[in-house]
Nanobody, 121 residues
C-alpha cells in the first residue's frame, strides 16, 4: 500500500483559505489516483475531490466546487487541496486517500491519518 501523510489543517475564520498537502510514499506515485475526503463531527465521511497521479484537471464534488481545487506535484509525490472562501460547514477532519488508477471510488484503500480543519464563524 501507499503511505500518505497529510498536513496543512488548522483554525481559520470564515472566508479564509487553507492548503492541505498529502505526501505519498512507498509506491510509484503515478500508478494511483488520490482523493480527499472529510468527516464532520457526527456525520459520515464524504468524498471531496480526486485527481490522477498522472495529472489532469481532477474532479471536485459539487458541494465545494468553485471554492476547492485539487492539484498534484509529481516531482514531490504530493497532492494538494486548496480551499478558499471557507465556511463553518467545511469544518472536519480531512483525509487523503489513494486507490489504484482505474478502479472505482470504493477502491480507496490507503488512508492518511487526517488533518483537522476548523472554520470559525
Amino acid at each position: 500500500q501507499v503511505q500518505l501523510v497529510e498536513s496543512g489543517g488548522g483554525l481559520v475564520q470564515a472566508g479564509g483559505s487553507l492548503r492541505l498537502s498529502c505526501v505519498a510514499s512507498g509506491r510509484t506515485f503515478s500508478l494511483y489516483t488520490y482523493g480527499w475526503f472529510r468527516q464532520a463531527p457526527g456525520k459520515e465521511r464524504e468524498f471531496v475531490a480526486a485527481i490522477a497521479g498522472t495529472g489532469g484537471a481532477g474532479y471536485v464534488e459539487g458541494s465545494v466546487k468553485g471554492r476547492f481545487t485539487i492539484s498534484r506535484d509529481l516531482a514531490k509525490s504530493t497532492v494538494y487541496l486548496q480551499m478558499n472562501n471557507l465556511k463553518p460547514e467545511d469544518t472536519g477532519v480531512y483525509y487523503c486517500a489513494a486507490k489504484p488508477r482505474g478502479e472505482s471510488r470504493d477502491a480507496f484503500g490507503s488512508w492518511g491519518q487526517g488533518t483537522q480543519v476548523t472554520v470559525s464563524s
